[in-house]
């Protein structure tokens, strides 16, 4: 049986590029791990998210657990086997869903009660409940049962959530079910505060995780606060364990986190991008909206190996997207999660070779020096 294990091949400043083994196969980092929130990546098949070069995708237990239930997955194989991924899968654990959007929630410290945003059915939370439906799920990664801080918080209203969080940590670590090939991650909360994201790294060093997640961040903060919590925070996290940036999605947003000695991400940008027409590139954002593009004959990125970029030009894309076609949705997702998994393995090449600064300097400045849409 494999273990679950990560092992660290070179770094390169901060920036690290290794492997993390689990039950369910391998994910090489940096990593960008596509969002398949209700057991689908949006708009995707799962042949055509792993094409992109996708090894692990997210799951969530919040929306899995209301339907089809986590019981039905559990029944029928687990979520592997009832979506059709068989690699990796990482589940988090419904606490940030359960705060924005379940209904007359009740936070206690036992866990939350709420009404399904769904039929408005009553559902009760807990550190060991969210254990036992990433459990039913087959999760090769479980994530602890955490309160998401809210952005702003004063440091009192910070550091009373983030000990929650870390009470609900212990409890999450007692009630996990040990496997060969899954883990279980830690979750570091804390707010901006830098005194409190070092306590919070500390209690969950002491609980031992396989792999710790900075939560608490892109709600709000902007890109500046982002990266000044990271330089606080990620020095105190263990360097044998693999580092996760929670919900942190936008290109100049990875690399930067990078930088700083993340290897984990996820986001919904670049599937829900695809479905309102926005396309990355290595030259800016493109809003396939825009009339300027109905006579181009283009591809979206000539560098890009994705169907969008090698058969249709950004005149047809635009056509589809104009005439409402589900086709334009469906090649505007492809393209931009192929987009996300590129600069992911330009970043673990260049660490490898020791270029990471000339790598995330180069991309910036491609970035900012390209024709970027208005939104």
Not at 279 to 305: K, M, S, W, Y
Request: proline share 6%.
């Amino acid at each position: 049986m494999t273990q679950f294990r990560f092992d660290l091949h070179a770094t390169d400043g901060a920036a690290r590029c290794g492997t993390l083994h689990t039950a369910h196969g391998p994910m090489d980092t940096p990593a960008f791990m596509p969002v398949g929130t209700a057991a689908t990546v949006k708009a995707m098949m799962p042949e055509s998210v792993a094409a992109t070069g996708a090894q692990t995708i997210l799951g969530n237990t919040y929306h899995l657990m209301l339907r089809p239930t986590a019981e039905r997955v559990g029944r029928l194989g687990g979520l592997h086997r009832f979506m059709n991924w068989p690699g990796p899968i990482l589940t988090d654990s419904g606490g940030f869903q359960v705060m924005s959007l379940a209904k007359l929630r009740k936070l206690t410290e036992d866990g939350v009660t709420f009404q399904s945003h769904v039929d408005g059915s009553r559902h009760v939370l807990t550190p060991e409940r969210s254990m036992e439906i990433q459990h039913l799920l087959d999760a090769d990664i479980t994530m602890c049962f955490d309160e998401c801080t809210p952005f702003p918080a004063t440091l009192q209203q910070a550091a009373q959530s983030m000990r929650l969080s870390m009470r609900w940590a212990q409890r999450s670590k007692d009630a996990f079910i040990e496997r060969p090939g899954y883990g279980l991650f830690g979750i570091v909360q804390g707010g901006v505060h830098p005194e409190l994201r070092a306590e919070s790294a500390a209690a969950l060093r002491h609980i031992g995780f396989d792999g710790y997640a900075v939560g608490g961040l892109a709600v709000g903060e902007g890109q500046e606060l982002m990266f000044s919590t990271l330089d606080v925070t990620v020095p105190h996290l263990p360097a044998d364990r693999p580092r996760y940036l929670m919900g942190v999605g936008r290109p100049s947003d990875m690399v930067g986190a990078v930088l700083r000695g993340i290897d984990m991400f996820d986001c919904v940008m670049p599937t829900r991008s695809g479905r309102t027409a926005q396309a990355f590139t290595r030259r800016g954002t493109v809003n396939l909206r825009n009339a300027r593009h109905q006579d181009d004959p283009r591809p979206l990125d000539e560098d890009c190996t994705c169907p969008a970029c090698r058969h249709y030009s950004r005149a047809y894309l635009q056509h589809l997207v104009r005439s409402q076609e589900i086709l334009g949705p469906m090649l505007l997702t492809w393209h931009n999660l192929q987009f996300y998994q590129d600069v992911m393995k330009g970043l673990r090449r260049a660490i490898a070779e020791g270029r990471a600064q000339a790598f995330a300097q180069a991309f910036l400045d491609q970035e900012a020096a390209g024709d970027i849409d208005p939104a």
